[in-house]
């Protein structure tokens, strides 16, 4: 019984165990994409049997060692039609098939959220654009515990491995929902199996797709496009929840945003007023929580790096007195796009984050950044 619990299980709306077919279907167009599947695959294994059922018979019944002549046949006009009009009827047959289903998921209108998805290196963000919850934004990585993991080089059996984040995309059941996707860097593709989507995010270009997710629960894919070193670090949580948890959901989001603007103005407003100054205290709170999200995963919690990643602890970009020097390296990236450019991130994100890196673990500097030394920077 021990050796069994230690052992990986199947991950509800995710990969199964020595799993041979799809992930249960959670959409109609899911489903039907399953049923295409199977019907091009039952065609094709029929033409398989019949292909070489013939070749093998022919190859055993006219054999040699059985004092079989070669002959020359005619070539009947028939024959020609046959096995040019068969294949191109099969063809066509499959291809009316398989368009249904493609117009089917390019068809956008009537759609109850819009959701704009921007692939980065190598996270997700997500936009609320449209629909009960216009107006939250968030960034969705992967979580730093699994990073650890996979740093470590010892894993204890996990049934997400590399599927866990930190914030997943949260979306009604029942509702249509628009996926906007682009990218900020290079091509991305953001696909969750069970729910039957899956769309190249391409700088530069705007495309969309849909899903209607069909019941509840955490549905997990990954970025389908190999986009870089940490391609296998960028995963896909989407959890649907019932249209009442949902609204709740979107409540807890929305106003709790607000309540913070207006209960500590003064730690709120250099996101919106680069003109503000946070205290040291302030900027180390949020640098935290930016470093936790967006850092951690690649320096590490204790910034020591790993590998190729250089360490932020004691390095001398980090602990010199001018902060620019630091703030290229943040805004313009490094080490070929081993490090990408965090534009994305805000002033006030970037300037406490720098600040928590000049004043944690060694680098007890006492140096303070600003939100327009950002500007500037920029």
Same mark, same amino acid.
């Given at each position: 019984?021990?050796?069994?619990?230690?052992?990986?299980?199947?991950?509800?709306?995710?990969?199964?165990?020595?799993?041979?077919?799809?992930?249960?279907?959670?959409?109609?167009?899911?489903?039907?994409?399953h049923?295409?599947?199977?019907?091009?695959?039952?065609?094709?294994?029929?033409?398989?049997?019949?292909?070489?059922?013939?070749?093998?018979?022919?190859?055993?019944?006219?054999?040699?060692?059985?004092?079989?002549?070669?002959?020359?046949?005619?070539?009947?006009?028939?024959?020609?039609?046959?096995?040019t009009?068969?294949?191109?009827?099969i063809?066509?047959?499959?291809?009316?098939?398989?368009?249904?289903?493609?117009?089917?998921?390019?068809?956008?209108?009537?759609?109850?959220?819009?959701?704009?998805?921007?692939?980065m290196?190598?996270?997700?963000?997500?936009?609320?654009?449209?629909?009960?919850?216009?107006?939250?934004?968030?960034?969705?990585?992967?979580?730093?515990?699994?990073?650890?993991?996979?740093?470590?080089?010892?894993?204890?059996?996990?049934?997400?491995?590399?599927?866990?984040?930190?914030?997943?995309?949260?979306?009604?059941?029942?509702?249509?929902?628009?996926?906007?996707?682009?990218?900020?860097?290079?091509?991305?593709?953001?696909?969750?199996?069970?729910l039957?989507?899956?769309?190249d995010?391409?700088?530069?270009?705007?495309?969309d797709?849909?899903?209607?997710?069909?019941?509840?629960?955490?549905?997990?894919?990954?970025?389908?496009?190999?986009?870089?070193?940490?391609?296998?670090?960028?995963?896909?949580?989407?959890?649907?929840?019932?249209?009442?948890?949902?609204?709740?959901?979107v409540?807890?989001?929305?106003?709790?945003?607000?309540?913070?603007?207006?209960?500590?103005? #003064?730690?709120?407003?250099?996101?919106?007023?680069?003109s503000?100054?946070?205290?040291?205290?302030?900027?180390?709170?949020?640098?935290?929580?930016?470093?936790a999200?967006?850092?951690?995963?690649?320096?590490?919690?204790?910034?020591?790096?790993?590998?190729?990643?250089?360490?932020?602890?004691?390095s001398?970009?980090?602990?010199?007195?001018?902060a620019?020097?630091?703030?290229?390296?943040?805004?313009?990236?490094?080490?070929?796009?081993?490090?990408?450019?965090?534009?994305?991130?805000?002033?006030?994100?970037?300037a #406490?984050?720098?600040?928590y #890196?000049?004043?944690?673990?060694?680098?007890?500097?006492?140096?303070?950044?600003?939100?327009?030394?950002?500007?500037?920077?920029?």
């Open positions: 019984m021990g050796a069994a619990a230690q052992q990986v299980n199947d991950l509800p709306g995710g990969p199964a165990v020595n799993g041979l077919n799809f992930q249960p279907a959670a959409s109609n167009v899911a489903e039907g994409l049923g295409l599947h199977w019907i091009m695959l039952a065609l094709c294994a029929v033409i398989f049997v019949l292909v070489f059922g013939v070749m093998f018979y022919s190859i055993i019944k006219h054999r040699k060692s059985v004092g079989h002549q070669a002959q020359e046949l005619p070539e009947p006009l028939w024959v020609e039609l046959g096995w009009i068969v294949p191109f009827i063809v066509v047959i499959m291809g009316m098939m398989a368009t249904k289903y493609v117009v089917a998921q390019k068809d956008t209108t009537g759609s109850d959220l819009t959701i704009k998805v921007v692939g290196q190598w996270k997700w963000g997500y936009e609320y654009l449209k629909g009960e919850g216009e107006g939250i934004n968030f960034l969705s990585t992967l979580d730093v515990s699994h990073r650890q993991l996979s740093n470590s080089g010892n894993l204890p059996p996990t049934d997400d491995y590399l599927l866990k984040v930190d914030n997943p995309l949260v979306v009604p059941v029942n509702k249509k929902v628009r996926i906007i996707t682009t990218a900020n860097d290079v091509i991305h593709a953001w696909m969750v199996p069970a039957g989507v899956k769309q995010a391409v700088p530069g270009f705007v495309r797709n849909w899903f209607m997710a069909n019941r509840t629960g955490d549905f997990y894919g990954q970025c389908a496009e190999l986009c870089g070193k940490e391609h296998a670090y960028m995963p896909i949580h989407v959890r649907v929840l019932s249209a009442e948890d949902y609204s709740a959901w409540a807890e989001q929305q106003p709790e945003a607000a309540q913070v603007a207006e209960a500590t103005p #003064a730690a709120a407003a250099p996101a919106e007023d680069t503000k100054e946070w205290t040291q205290d302030e900027l180390m709170a949020q640098g935290e929580k930016v470093y999200n967006n850092c951690a995963a690649c320096h590490q919690a204790n910034g020591q790096g790993a590998g190729a990643i250089k360490p932020l602890d004691g001398a970009i980090v602990t010199d007195a001018d620019a020097k630091m703030l290229q390296v943040v805004l313009n990236g490094a080490g070929n796009g081993g490090m990408p450019p965090w534009t994305h991130l805000s002033n006030a994100d970037i #406490a984050v720098a600040t #890196a000049k004043n944690n673990w060694s680098n007890k500097t006492g140096q303070v950044v600003q939100p327009a030394e950002v500007v500037a920077a920029r």
